[in-house]
C-alpha cells in the first residue's frame, strides 16, 4: 500500500516536472531505458538507490546503479558495462520476452547481457538494498548483488565466486589493476595485478597467514558487512567502523588508489567519511607508482609519485607506467658509482638477502652483478646486525620520513659526478584523471592532443614549485633525524609475540608497578635481551585473539619519534599484555611539578606531543583517534623529548566492550574531554585537538584542570570557574601579554629565566584548540605550524 503510494508519488512528481520522463519502479518484459532521457531510471521504494544511464565521459554512458542522493559527486555502487561503455544515441537497456535483460550500443551491438532466459512472467527491480534482481515470480534469476564491481553493499555478500576489482582512477570506472578475493587457501586478500607484475599486499606478504590474524581452514568463503557496519570473513579478519551502531549507510569500497575502505555517510556534512581502511598510508600499497618511481604521501595532497634519479617519466598521463632509465648502466663494474637515497624502500625483487652484512660486501656483491640495479641496506633492530638486498628491479617503492633503511642506487659515474645532487626528485600526481572522451559516430581528432598537453603543463609548473619546497623540508627534517641518538628507527613489520611465562620472569611476577589507567597497570620489566620494557597488562576480556591481533598489527605498525614504540605483544588465553619501550622520565604528569622542566622544555614538549599527534591523525585517518590525551600519557624519555602513549588502546578496548552490549562511547579522562562526548555529536580528530588544549593549559598554569579555580567575583565573593574559563577571562582582559601571562603562569616557573613569550604563545593556541565548536578548532597540522612560527 504505502509502497504503491510512493510510486504514484514517484510518478506524479517525475511525470511533472520532465514531461515525458518516467522513473520506474520496476521494469516487465519489452520494457526498456533510454539512454538519451536521463529521467528514465529504476528507484529502488525506499528512494536510496537509483539505476539507470551514467555518463562516463563524452558520449560515453554506462548502466549503474547509485545513492539517489547526489553528494559532492554521484557514488556509484555497481555498473553493468564499466568496460565498455554505450553511445549517447540509442542505446537502450531492454529486457527482451524471452527474459534476457540486455544492453544494445547505438541500437546496434549487444555491449552487456544477462543472459537469462524465461518463458514465464519476469520483472526487474531495485530493492531497498541497492540490489537490482532479475526475478521470476518468487524465483531470483539474476542480481546484481552476485556481479559486484568495486563495491559491497551491506548483507552483499563476497563469496568464492565474486570479486572487487577497483577502478582504474577516479574518474575512469573500468575495471583497474586491484582486486579482492579469496584466495586458493581461503585467505581474503588484495591483490595488485598490473600490466607487468601481480604482488599481494594484504595481509603483508612477508607474514604467515596465522601471524596475520587469518585461518586457512575455514572453506566457507564467505564475507559481509552487516546493517551495524561490523564485516566480517570466515578466514577471521572482522572489523567495525568506528562509528559502530545501526541506522548508518555504509559502502565497502576497493578505491581506485588500492585501498580497500569502509565509508560511513556522515549525516550533519552529507558527504562519506572513510570509518575504517586496509593500509595504512597508501604508499604501502603495491603498483601505487609503478616501476622505478617513488611513492611519497602528503597528508594535504594524497599520493605522488616521482622519478628515481637518472629515470624518467615514461607515459604522462599513466602513473602505472613508472620511469624508463635515462641512460644504459655500463657493463664495466668500474665504471659505476652509488648514490645514497634514504628513507627509500622497495619491496621485492631480491638478488639476494644478506643478514648481517656489511655495506662494502654488500656494494661489492652489486658490483659484480649485471642485474643488479642497486641495493637497500638497513639496520635489523631485532638482531641488531645490517642486512642487504640486492635489487634486480625497483617496484612498490615508497619514500617516508618513518622509513629509516637506505637505497644505494647504481648509477653510471660519468653522470653521477656531473649532476653531484644527492636525490633530484620529480613529482607528478599519481593517477591519471583525464575524462573519457567516446565519439564513436563523429570520430574527430586534432586539436585535442595539444589542449591535454597544455593541461597537463600547467599543474607540472605548479608541482615543480612544491617540489622544491618538499625537497627542502625534506632535507631539513632529515639532517635533524640522523643528528638523533637513535638514528635508525625500526621499521616494525615483526614486532614481537611473547609468550605470558616470559612477561611475568620478565616483570617479576608483576611486581615493579609504574602506572595505572583505565586501560590497566603498567609495569617496569628486563626483557631477556636485557632490554628494559614497559609492559601494560590490559583488563581482561572476552576478545577473539585474531581480532586483537589484526588491530595490534596496524597499531605496531605506527612510527614516530613522538610515538612510543611498541616491542610486541602477549595474547594467550584471557591475558593481553602489550610490551613497550620503557621511558626513563615516566609521564609529563609526574614531570610537571618538578623545576626541571622549564619554559623552553614545556614548549618543545608541546611541540613534540603536538607533532606526534598530527602523525596519527594523518597516517592513520579516523581509525586511531588517541582519545585520551592527559598528561600522564605524554611521557618522557632521557632527554626529556615527549613520545605518546596508549594511542590505539581506544580502539582495541572499544572493541571489547561493543561485544558486552553494555558499551558507553564515552571515554577519556574528565577535565580533558571535548564536549562533543556529552554532546552526543560525531567523534572526530577534534576530540584530540580539545584535549591537547587543555593539556597545553596546563603546561602554562601548572593547574589540574579537574579542578576548579577559585577566584574572588565582581562583588568580592569566591566563584569557581575551569580552567578554561578562567585563563579565558583573564587573556581577553588584557591586550598586553606581560599583562596576563604574569597572573596565570606556573608559580614554579622560574620568573626571570622564564620565556613569557612562547609561553605566551602555547596559551593562545590552546585556546584555539578548546573551542567548544569543534569546527574552528585547528587540525594537528596546524597546531603544529603555529608553534613553529
Ligand atoms: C568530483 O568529480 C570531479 C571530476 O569528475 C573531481 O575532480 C572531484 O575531485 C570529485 N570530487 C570528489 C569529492 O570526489
Ligand atoms: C567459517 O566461517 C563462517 C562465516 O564466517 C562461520 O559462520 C563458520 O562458523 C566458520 N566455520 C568454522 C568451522 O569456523
Ligand atoms: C599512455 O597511457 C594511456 C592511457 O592508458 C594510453 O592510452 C597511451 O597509449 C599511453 N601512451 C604511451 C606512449 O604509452
Ligand atoms: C665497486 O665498484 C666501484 C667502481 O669501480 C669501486 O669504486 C668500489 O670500490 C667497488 N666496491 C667494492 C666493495 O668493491
Ligand atoms: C655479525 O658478523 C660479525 C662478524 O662477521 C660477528 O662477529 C657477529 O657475531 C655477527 N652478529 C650476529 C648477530 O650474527
Ligand atoms: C580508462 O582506462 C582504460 C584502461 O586503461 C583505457 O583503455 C581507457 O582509454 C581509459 N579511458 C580514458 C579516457 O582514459
Ligand atoms: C561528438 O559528436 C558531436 C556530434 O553529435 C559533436 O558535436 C561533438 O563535438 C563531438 N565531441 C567530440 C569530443 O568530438
Same mark, same amino acid.
Given at each position: 500500500m504505502l509502497g504503491s503510494l510512493l510510486l504514484l508519488l514517484l510518478f506524479w512528481s517525475s511525470a511533472f516536472s520532465f514531461p515525458g520522463a518516467f522513473a520506474y519502479s520496476r521494469l516487465t518484459k519489452g520494457s526498456s531505458l533510454s539512454v538519451e532521457n536521463q529521467e528514465d531510471v529504476l528507484i529502488s521504494p525506499n528512494g536510496l538507490f537509483t539505476a539507470g544511464f551514467h555518463s562516463v565521459g563524452i558520449n560515453a554512458y554506462s548502466f549503474a546503479i547509485w545513492f539517489t542522493e547526489k553528494l559532492s559527486n554521484r557514488t556509484i555502487v555497481w555498473m553493468a558495462n564499466r568496460d565498455h561503455p554505450v553511445n549517447g544515441k540509442h542505446s537502450k537497456l531492454t529486457l527482451l520476452k524471452d527474459g534476457n535483460l540486455i544492453l544494445t550500443d547505438a541500437s546496434k551491438f549487444i555491449s552487456w547481457a544477462t543472459n537469462t532466459a524465461s518463458a514465464s512472467f519476469v520483472q526487474i527491480l531495485l530493492q531497498n538494498t541497492g540490489n537490482l534482481v532479475l526475478t521470476e515470480k518468487d524465483n531470483v534469476l539474476w542480481q546484481s548483488f552476485d556481479v559486484p564491481t568495486d563495491t559491497l553493499l551491506p548483507g552483499q555478500p563476497l563469496t568464492r565466486y565474486t570479486r572487487l576489482i577497483s577502478s582504474r582512477s577516479q574518474n575512469n570506472y573500468s575495471s583497474g589493476f586491484y582486486k579482492l578475493f579469496f584466495d586458493d587457501d581461503n585467505v581474503l586478500r588484495l591483490v595488485f595485478d598490473g600490466p607487468e607484475t601481480s604482488s599481494i599486499y594484504w595481509p603483508d606478504p612477508w607474514l604467515l597467514s596465522f601471524e596475520a590474524g587469518r585461518t586457512r581452514y575455514n572453506d566457507s568463503r564467505v564475507a559481509v558487512l552487516d546493517s551495524w557496519g561490523h564485516f566480517q570473513s570466515s578466514d577471521r579478519v572482522g572489523f567495525s567502523a568506528n562509528d559502530f551502531g545501526p541506522g548508518i549507510q555504509r559502502r565497502l569500497t576497493l578505491d581506485f588508489d588500492g585501498n580497500f575502505r569502509l565509508y560511513s555517510l556522515d549525516t550533519t556534512t552529507r558527504s562519506w567519511i572513510a570509518s575504517w581502511e586496509a593500509m595504512i598510508g597508501s604508499c604501502r600499497i603495491h603498483g601505487a607508482c609503478g616501476p622505478n618511481s617513488l611513492c611519497s604521501h602528503y597528508p594535504s595532497s594524497g599520493r605522488k609519485c616521482s622519478c628515481l634519479q637518472g629515470y624518467r617519466v615514461k607515459n604522462y598521463t599513466d602513473w602505472a607506467y613508472g620511469c624508463e632509465p635515462e641512460y644504459q648502466l655500463p657493463c664495466n663494474s668500474r665504471e659505476v658509482t652509488y648514490i645514497k637515497l634514504s628513507h627509500v624502500n622497495f619491496y621485492g625483487y631480491n638478488i639476494d638477502i644478506l643478514h648481517n652484512s656489511t655495506l662494502e660486501k654488500c656494494e661489492k656483491i652489486c658490483n659484480e652483478s649485471?642485474?643488479?640495479k642497486g641495493f637497500q641496506y638497513r639496520f635489523n633492530k631485532e638482531n641488531g646486525v645490517y642486512d642487504c638486498y640486492p635489487k634486480s628491479a625497483f617496484r612498490n617503492g615508497f619514500i617516508s620520513p618513518t622509513y629509516s633503511g637506505m637505497l644505494h642506487l647504481k648509477q653510471p659515474k660519468a653522470i653521477a659526478l656531473a649532476t653531484d645532487q644527492p636525490a633530484k626528485i620529480s613529482s607528478l600526481i599519481c593517477s591519471s584523471s583525464s575524462i573519457v572522451t567516446l565519439n564513436r559516430t563523429y570520430k574527430k581528432k586534432g586539436e585535442r592532443e595539444s589542449v591535454r598537453i597544455l593541461l597537463w603543463f600547467v599543474p607540472a609548473l605548479g608541482l615543480l614549485e612544491m617540489i622544491c619546497i618538499v625537497s627542502v623540508w625534506f632535507f631539513l627534517y632529515r639532517s635533524r633525524r640522523t643528528s638523533d641518538k637513535q638514528p635508525y628507527v625500526h621499521l616494525s613489520t615483526g614486532f614481537r609475540k611473547y609468550s605470558f611465562s616470559e612477561l611475568k620472569k620478565a616483570t617479576k611476577n608483576f611486581g615493579e608497578e609504574i602506572g595505572r589507567g583505565g586501560s590497566g597497570i603498567v609495569y617496569k620489566g628486563v626483557l631477556l635481551d636485557h632490554r628494559v620494557a614497559a609492559v601494560k597488562r590490559l583488563k581482561e576480556?572476552?576478545?577473539d585473539g585474531a581480532e586483537f591481533l589484526a588491530e595490534l598489527s596496524i597499531i605496531g605498525r605506527l612510527n614516530h619519534m613522538h610515538l612510543i614504540d611498541i616491542w610486541g605483544y602477549c595474547a594467550e588465553g584471557k591475558h593481553r599484555l602489550l610490551v613497550y619501550e620503557y621511558l626513563e622520565h615516566g609521564s609529563l604528569a609526574e614531570n610537571l611539578h618538578c623545576t626541571v622542566i622549564d619554559s623552553k622544555m614545556r614548549f618543545e614538549i608541546a611541540l613534540g606531543t603536538a607533532k606526534g599527534l598530527a602523525y596519527l591523525h594523518e597516517e592513520c585517518l579516523e581509525w586511531v583517534l588517541h582519545c585520551d590525551i592527559k598528561p600522564q600519557n605524554v611521557l618522557l624519555d632521557s632527554n626529556y623529548h615527549p613520545k605518546l602513549a596508549d594511542f590505539g588502546l581506544s580502539k582495541l578496548l572499544r572493541r571489547a566492550e561493543v561485544n558486552d552490549l /553494555?558499551? /558507553?562511547k564515552i571515554r577519556g579522562t574528565r577535565g580533558y574531554m571535548a564536549p562533543e562526548w556529552i554532546g552526543n555529536l560525531p567523534i572526530t580528530s577534534q576530540v584530540d585537538v580539545y584535549s591537547y588544549g587543555v593539556v597545553l593549559l596546563e603546561m602554562v598554569t601548572g593547574k589540574s584542570p579537574k579542578m576548579h579555580v577559585q577566584t574572588f567575583g565582581v562583588g568580592g565573593e569566591m566563584v569557581e570557574k575551569t580552567l578554561i574559563e578562567w585563563v579565558r577571562e583573564i587573556v581577553k582582559g588584557d591586550g598586553e601579554i606581560t599583562a596576563w601571562i604574569d597572573e596565570i603562569l606556573d608559580p614554579l616557573l622560574d620568573n626571570t629565566q622564564c620565556d613569557k613569550g612562547k609561553m605566551a604563545l602555547l596559551v593562545r593556541v590552546a585556546l584555539h584548540c578548546v573551542e567548544e565548536d569543534r569546527k574552528v578548532r585547528p587540525t594537528m597540522r596546524q597546531v603544529v605550524e603555529m608553534l613553529l612560527h
Open positions: 649485471r642485474k643488479c576480556a572476552n576478545q /553494555s558499551f /558507553s
